[in-house]
């Protein structure tokens, strides 16, 4: 069975249709690129699977599990995590902290073992910090652990909300544009951070980007989507040569 399957999704915002049958999978240990224009539908494509919306029609599994419906909260703890466009740390945390925070999933104590602070909650505390630490050993974060996130360069931000992910141990990461706002040096850093993430932590990763450097560099396959369908599939060489694939973006199929 894929790791992921997605059969016919279609969400309609009252009058708009984002997306219209979409469907997908992807198996263990892909690394997997879903680009179009602006407006396309990817980001809600992403926003249906990590659970922040309930789909009009059609269904998504993993790990064969079905999850439309779920919050994502419930998704998380499957072993999906996301990053998003626009970061979303939490600013008054330390570096550190918000990595132990996104260890919530498998805290493996409850409410009354941390009231008590019994020594199953002091010694889940213990791994969640060694967890934590490795992570940002890693990423090359380490010298970062004690900073507040809005102090940091952009480019380092982005690597943070990329470790805290790392943090819930998924088996899917969905990176939602992780190139946008860097420059040319992050953006390499990126790349090899993510080829170094999918070989060290064996995941599948499934990522929208718009930089054709970051997709031709990382990922085996490409989906494309417009105006929420499906165009094309296929590997960053062959979608480069699509004539449909150029239409959608340059509005001509001659170049």
């Known amino acids: ?20 049958d979409f469907s997908f999978q992807m198996e263990e240990f892909e690394l997997v690129g879903l680009i179009g224009p602006n407006g396309a539908g990817k980001t809600t494509v992403f926003n249906i699977v990590s659970g922040f919306y309930k789909p009009t029609e059609g269904s998504v599994v993993f790990d064969r599990k079905p ?28 570096v550190l902290d918000n990595l132990r ?41 380490t010298d970062y652990a004690e900073e507040f996130p809005k102090n ?12 805290r992910a790392l943090t819930s141990k998924p088996r899917l990461l969905l990176l939602d544009e992780p190139a946008a706002g860097l420059n040319s040096a992050d953006v390499d850093d990126l790349i090899r951070h993510i080829r170094w993430i999918h070989d060290k932590f064996k995941l599948s990763i499934w990522m929208i980007e ?24 296929g590997t960053p060489e062959e979608i480069q040569n699509n004539p449909s694939v150029i239409k959608a973006y340059l509005g001509d199929e001659t170049l």
Not at 4 to 14: E, V
Not at 210 to 233: E, N, P, S, W, Y
Request: charged share 20%.
């Open 101 to 141: 925070l996104a260890s919530y999933a498998w805290l493996g104590y409850g409410f009354w073992n941390a009231v008590l602070r019994t020594k199953r909650y002091r010694q889940a505390e213990r791994d969640i910090e060694k967890h934590a630490r490795e992570i940002l050993e890693i990423m090359e974060l």
């Open 67 to 94: 999850i439309s419906g779920l919050k994502p909260h419930q998704i998380t703890a499957l072993g999906m995590a996301r990053t998003f466009q626009n970061i979303r740390l939490w600013n008054n945390m330390t």
């Open 1 to 20: 069975m894929p790791l992921l399957k997605i059969f016919s999704l279609t969400q309609r915002f009252g009058g708009l249709q984002a997306l219209s």
């Open 152 to 163: 940091l360069p952009y480019g380092l931000q982005r690597r943070v909300e990329l470790a």
């Open 210 to 233: 718009h930089q054709m450097k970051v997709v031709t560099a990382l990922c085996q396959r490409l989906t494309v989507i417009d105006f929420g369908c499906v165009i094309a599939t």
